[in-house]
C-alpha cells in the first residue's frame, strides 16, 4: 500500500494564478481531510469528506474549495491564489475512529 | 477554540521523562495526539475517547481529564527517535470525520 500520496511535492504560484493540489489514498477509507500548516503552528483544517460526493467545510475554508468523486481521490483547488495561502498542505485520510494517516505534503509559494 | 499546549519546549537527556499537556476551554470528547519530525508529516499517536477508551499503536501513554478538560501525553525512558513536535487534537464526530482543531505544539529535543 501506498498510503496518501500527494502531487505535487512543490510549487510556486504567481499571485492570482490557480491550481490543484491532488491527494489519492488506497486504504480505502470512507474519511479524508485537508490541513494547512503555516511555518511553526499547528494544523488547521481547511475542508473534509465523509464519503464520495460528501464534503464540508472545516476551520479555514476561505479561497479553496474540494470535490469527491470517487473513494480514493479528494482534489483541492486554490483558486486566485494569494501570497497568505503560501503554507504546507497535508491531505490526511481514516476510518471511524480511528486515527489519520497523513500524505506527504504540498510546499506553496505565493509570490 | 484552539486547545492550549504546555510546555512549548522541552529539552531532556536519553532516558529522561516528559509530560506534554493539552487544556481546552471547551468541553472534550476526544483528543487526538500526533508526532511531527521536521520535514515530515504527522504521525499518528494516540486516540482518547470520553469513557477511558484508549487507540493507540504506540507504547506510549496519556491520560484525559474529561472534568478538567485536559490531556496530558506520557513519555517515560525517552529515545533519540522520541524527538519532534507533538500536536493534541480536539473535537467532535460530524457523521464519522473527525473534525479537529489542533493546538500550536510541543517541540520536544532529546539529546544524547
Known amino acids: 500500500n501506498a498510503g496518501v500520496t500527494q502531487t505535487p511535492k512543490f510549487r510556486i504560484l504567481k499571485i492570482g494564478q490557480s491550481m490543484t493540489l491532488q491527494c489519492t489514498q488506497d486504504m480505502n477509507h470512507n474519511y479524508m481531510y485537508w ?11 481547511i475542508y473534509y469528506s465523509v464519503g464520495a460526493g460528501i464534503t464540508d467545510k472545516g476551520e479555514v475554508p476561505n479561497g479553496y474549495n474540494v470535490s469527491r468523486s470517487t473513494t480514493e481521490d ?20 481514516s476510518n471511524r475512529p480511528e486515527g489519520q494517516f497523513f500524505g506527504p505534503g504540498t510546499r506553496l509559494t505565493v509570490l | 477554540q484552539q486547545p492550549v499546549q504546555s510546555p512549548q519546549a522541552v529539552i531532556l537527556r536519553e532516558g529522561e521523562d516528559a509530560v506534554i499537556n493539552c487544556s481546552s476551554s471547551k468541553a472534550l470528547y476526544s483528543v487526538h495526539w500526533y508526532r511531527q519530525k521536521h520535514g515530515e508529516a504527522p504521525v499518528f ?68
Request: one cysteine or more.
Open chain 2, 45 to 112: 499517536l494516540m486516540i482518547l475517547l470520553k469513557g477511558g477508551e484508549q487507540k493507540g499503536h504506540e507504547k506510549i501513554s496519556a491520560s484525559f481529564n474529561e472534568k478538567k478538560q485536559q490531556s496530558s501525553l506520557y513519555l517515560t525512558a525517552s529515545q533519540l527517535s522520541y524527538s519532534g513536535t507533538y500536536f493534541c487534537g480536539t473535537g467532535g464526530i460530524i457523521q464519522g470525520a473527525q473534525k479537529l482543531v489542533f493546538g500550536q505544539g510541543t517541540r520536544l529535543t532529546i539529546n544524547p
Open chain 1, 74 to 93: 479528494f482534489p483541492l483547488r486554490l483558486e486566485l491564489a494569494a501570497p497568505s495561502q503560501t503554507s504546507v498542505y497535508f491531505c490526511a485520510s
Open chain 1, 35 to 45: 490541513y494547512r500548516q503555516d511555518p511553526g503552528m499547528g494544523l488547521k483544517l
